[in-house]
């Protein structure tokens, strides 16, 4: 294994232009991977149109996402690999923060204060039940709670909460941040960064490259190979065979908050919970913000912030924590999450030669982070997958028979 | 009476700078005032910090109206006198909204399709009920209507409607387009500008001027007459006596939204309604837009958008109208209406000589805007405030007496 230590000492050259490892989009599944194979002593040129220090402007799911790392209150009957997946890199994200941290310079809000999971009605308490069997089958740490208990830890919920689950292991980090550090770090470790759309990848690129990466001004960048994680546009860049599953965009429509000054946080850790059904969180940070979200909506690319979106968002979140009131809205925010066929994600090469995903992480983006980086290094610089990674191969049987939706990428 | 056509004649000259009358304050107050003194050949500065292009920025009551021309569906018990004036400026509005179109190429969506004020339940149909007997002795024009009837003209109405009265001649205009339009109109009618705060008004200014306007940057406009149209900010400008009664700021919180792009209209007029006992309005415009407020809240200066804020316009627009949730928010308002010691406008002279308010029009801003250039024109040209006005003469009895918070203005 190549590292940017054998690159720097000259045991190594650097690629040539014409192998260089071309990075489609500047949200986390690209800047780690960009960073991480950078690392390892490949040329790296990472596009993406929107600057990172602009978050707000930006539809993007990583710009938008609460940052929540919940693999044990996430877990969803019938996608135990995905939660084991989300299991490891939940479990590697200590280090990854630390690295990180340490080689971009920038904190990314990093807290370890857990979450509780909380449910308001008895039908919302049984579905907490059936999910703590689960979260004990997985192996995650997970206690059950009265309600009292339940408000012993969070004295802000609602008399009415009827029960609840701490996973203690279930922390959060704040992505604008990790965007930031992930950018730095990439600029140090030698990543270079276009400000531009990717519409195209042809076969064959200028010099003689494997691929070329066709902008949206016409210019073509060579390359060797071709990581396609674009989000939910991923399936929109035109390629040279129909080997992109198509990605779904849910979209989500949430709140950024505020405590006023000078009072205490509202809450101490993530709050989540099943009002009647409906799924909603708080996640606070450490300098006073809360992250009030969100909706999951199937409406295509639409980005609209509605009045029915942020009516469900403010109506669960109060009746969970009625001191929500009080909060200023700092931003409201909406962002596309991209789902893949089976809602897991497309990790490393597809049917086109050279041409790679690290996307489809639908909820998880953030969470799957350190592992995505770590797979995504591992298969661009000639090795396998990893074991955990296998089952989330963009070129799956379970996904690859979806491609047919390739004609509307024409449109 | 000097006017326009004499100064343009040259058969009067413009007066001098020392004797200039000087506008504190773009909002309508100050910029009806200005175009209208201007008319009438005076020499008019308006001193604002924000740029009227701007509005989305600012938090002036003006900006972030609705702009509901209401004085039936605003009738309030012992306020009679005030719903007179303002009877009195709507009737006035055709022709103003055409006089200052013509005067400033702008058009300012006036739209001439009535309200309809609706109750949601037993309670809130009572109150129609009175005041639809207040509205008979206004003499203004108001027509009960079952629940049947409130639906049959407004069919996304909710079911649970049940009655409403139906008020044809409470029109509306955008307050944003009125405020670029008498911005338009005063600088062609010689209305000179500056981009600064006014802090002091002293007495005496440069070249032996009557009075002074001191800026935020140090500088002094030398003013024969100054008129403090500020807003709840006006009794925050330090004056050589407490001449200005206490402004109270009360909160307003609304969203700007907007059908989505090929749907109909949402509502046709505007649409208020009482939900519990609690206010909410929908404003359609002609382009779409439909503004859905509004909080009432008294919480000094502070401007913070606020969960509670958002939450209560929210559930009461979704009871009368359950379609407001498909309407994309496009922005979130947050303006400070400023209400005097007994809620009613400040008009004409204060015991500073030459000093002037154009203020305290709390809910009524933009309605009250012909009838305030009117008057305000007629005081600074030398003769009196008109007898529709003088119940809202600046120092009249009721509001005098309440200058004794002058103190607080030094805080």
């Known amino acids: 294994m190549r590292t940017q230590e054998d690159l720097r000492s000259g045991r190594i050259r650097p690629p040539a232009e014409e192998h260089a490892t071309v990075v489609v989009g500047g949200g986390l ?30 539809r993007s799911a990583s710009a ?49 204060t857990g979450t509780l999971l909380v449910a308001f009605d008895r039908d919302d308490l049984a579905v907490l039940t059936e999910l703590h069997g689960l979260q004990g089958r997985l192996g995650v740490r997970a206690e059950r709670l009265t309600g009292r208990e339940c408000r012993r830890l969070e004295p802000m919920l609602a008399p009415s909460v009827r029960g609840g689950v701490l996973a203690p292991e279930d922390h959060s980090v704040d992505p604008r941040l990790l965007l930031r550090a992930l950018a730095a770090a990439g600029t140090r470790a ?51 065979r129909p080997v992109v599953p198509p990605l779904r965009p849910v979209k989500g429509q949430l709140l950024r908050t505020r405590v006023p000054a000078g009072e205490p946080p509202l809450v101490h850790r993530t709050v989540r919970g099943l009002v009647r059904g409906s799924p909603v969180y708080l996640v606070p940070r450490a300098d006073g913000e809360v992250v009030v979200g ?85 298969v661009l610089t000639g090795e396998a997958l990893p074991e955990y990674a296998r089952r989330f191969a963009a070129d799956r049987p379970e996904v690859s028979g979806h491609t047919t939706n390739w004609e509307h990428q024409w449109n």
Request: charged share 20%; aromatic share 4%; net charge negative.
């Open 294 to 378: 969100a909706t999951q909506e199937e409406r295509g690319h639409d980005t609209s912030l509605t009045v029915g979106g942020l009516w469900q968002v403010l109506r669960d979140a109060r009746e969970l924590v009625p001191g929500v009131d009080e909060l200023e809205v700092t931003e409201t925010c909406v962002g596309l999450r991209p789902g893949s066929p089976d809602n897991a994600p497309l990790l490393g090469p597809t049917g086109v030669g050279g041409l790679h995903l690290a996307g489809g992480h639908f909820r998880h983006g953030v969470l799957l982070a350190p592992v995505t980086g770590e797979a995504m290094a591992q």
């Open 64 to 112: 938008v996402a609460a940052g929540m790392l919940t693999p044990a209150t996430e877990a969803v009957f019938g996608e135990e690999p995905l939660m084991e997946l989300g299991i490891r890199s939940a479990g590697m994200y200590a280090d990854f923060v630390a690295e990180l941290e340490e080689a971009s310079g920038i904190r990314v809000g990093y807290r370890t």
């Open 190 to 240: 030698g990543v270079a960064e276009v400000r531009e759309r990717v519409v195209e990848i042809t076969a064959g690129g200028p010099g003689g490259a494997r691929l070329g990466a066709v902008l949206s001004d016409g210019r073509v960048l060579p390359a060797g190979q071709v990581v396609l994680a674009a989000g939910c546009r991923s399936d929109r860049v035109k390629v040279p």
């Open 29 to 58: 599944a690209g800047r780690v991977t960009a960073w991480r194979a950078a690392q390892r002593g490949l040329r790296v040129t990472l596009v993406e149109p929107d600057p990172v220090t602009a978050p707000s402007a930006s």
